[in-house]
């Protein structure tokens, strides 16, 4: 039987750190200060936990690292939308990376001002633009020429003629990512090509109350080296060159994040140094979401069920693609670990959800404890994309969020468990029965 010598299952080397603010101690998962499975016994499972100390601490690490580029981070709240979350990242001073209406609604409830938002996204709504212009928008990250138009016409409505504008272009660059997280090849819906960008810029007198300032690229997420990211940023280099005006590069996101053990992520300051003498006539800002959020939560489930079957040992827990669609829509790899160590040898486990679908497997083939119904695992690295990505699919209700204080030790319910009404809220018929 394989040990994985990352599950220190019944070993001395129980100590088993994941970051600093999640970490096994005496035997009991912990995330900052607090037991875990003290939160479940009052809030119950599925349940996602996320550390603010945690999701700040990767915030100001990346500001540091970005420091040589003075860049400007604002967080992606399409990674983790919490309210929590994006106060205490307000509070750190970030700003916002929306691509929707309803996520320039959730940033100013936050307390986010206007200015402090980017809204980007390859279909933006009448609507949402005028939402976005009427609340005083920072920039717009522009991907089509008739959005530009409809930006142009809306912002004269509110006698605006400096709204800012940073064209996206598509550097047809082909990032070594997941193809769903790959953005920036020619082939894909994002961005402008560089003929368009050169054209608008030449007509720009077309629309008035629009300032050209700026500049977006977005290639990807879970970047895993810098070359791509670097030939994609020569590529727009040389097509501002002649444009002065242009002074603002907006990098996007995509700073990779480590989901198995063994991994480490590439280092920060590495890529900042590569970038930092390129950019230094320009200001700088990033749109960093998973590196933010990613390992600063999790998902904690419960085992339903165990059986064997066809030489396998299907662990059911109560968490599911509908929770977390990840491994469904990517294959990602989360690791999942009990909250309690076990001193067993471990046995190869297949964790499964009870939605069905044959894709909703959690975790494949992973070296476990042998689970018992009612034991209580962890779904690793669940911060991003996690609770943002979670659906109503087989009518489950979607999970509640707790979040730990950035003072390690006091934690709150910070969105209730959804409830069976709360899924039936906007059907007409429900009154007629
Ligand atoms: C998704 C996205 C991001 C965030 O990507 P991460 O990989 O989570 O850092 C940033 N900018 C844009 C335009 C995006 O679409």
Not at 108 to 124: E, Q
Not at 297 to 316: N, P
Request: aromatic letters at 6%.
């Amino acid at each position: 039987m394989r040990v994985s010598p990352f599950c220190f299952i019944g070993s001395r080397e129980l100590a088993m750190v994941f970051n600093p603010s999640i970490r096994y101690e005496a035997g009991c998962l912990k995330i900052d200060d607090v037991d875990i499975e003290s939160v479940v016994n009052d809030v119950g499972t599925p349940l996602y936990v996320y550390s603010l100390k945690r999701l700040t601490a990767n915030y100001q690490r990346i500001r540091k690292a970005f420091a040589p580029l003075s860049a400007r981070l604002h967080f992606s709240i399409k990674a983790n939308g919490n309210l929590d979350v994006l106060r205490a990242l307000k509070r750190a001073g970030a700003g916002f990376d929306c691509v929707s209406g309803g996520e320039i609604y959730r940033a100013l409830m936050a307390g986010a001002k206007g200015r402090d938002i980017v809204f980007a996204g390859v279909g933006k709504t009448r609507d949402e633009i005028r939402y976005a212009i009427h609340n005083g928008i920072g920039w717009i990250n522009v991907e089509n020429i008739g959005e530009l138009e409809h930006i142009d016409s809306i912002a004269a409505e509110y006698d605006s003629d400096n709204l800012r504008v940073a064209l996206r272009l598509n550097p047809e660059v082909t990032a070594a990512t997941h193809p769903y997280m790959a953005t920036g090849h020619g082939a894909a819906k994002f961005g402008l090509t560089a003929d368009v960008i050169r054209e608008l810029l030449r007509r720009q007198e077309r629309y008035p109350q629009i300032d050209f300032s700026g500049i977006h690229i977005h290639i990807g997420s879970q970047l895993g080296d810098s070359e791509a990211t670097l030939a994609a940023l020569d590529k727009l280099l040389a097509l501002v060159k002649p444009w002065p005006q242009i002074k603002k590069i907006n990098l996007g996101g995509g700073l990779p994040v480590a989901y198995r053990f063994e991994e480490t992520a590439p280092s920060l300051e590495a890529l900042a140094e590569e970038l930092a003498p390129r950019l230094k006539d320009y200001t700088v800002l990033l749109e960093p979401g998973r590196s933010v959020v990613a390992d600063a939560g999790l998902l904690v489930a419960e085992v339903l069920y165990v059986k064997r079957q066809a030489d396998q040992v299907f662990a059911v827990i109560d968490a599911s693609m509908a929770e977390l669609m990840r491994p469904a829509l990517y294959g990602a790899h989360h690791e999942i670990v009990p909250l309690r160590e076990a001193d067993e040898e471990s046995i190869t486990t297949q964790v499964v959800g009870p939605v069905c679908e044959s894709a909703d497997v959690l975790a494949r083939d992973r070296q476990l404890p042998p689970l018992q119904p009612g034991d209580k695992v962890a779904l690793m690295t669940a911060g991003a994309y996690g609770m943002t990505m979670a659906s109503n699919y087989n009518a489950r209700p979607r999970p509640a969020e707790v979040v730990v204080a950035e003072d390690g030790m006091s934690w709150r319910v910070s969105r209730r468990r959804e409830t069976v009404e709360d899924m039936l809220k906007g059907e007409t018929s429900i009154r007629w029965s």
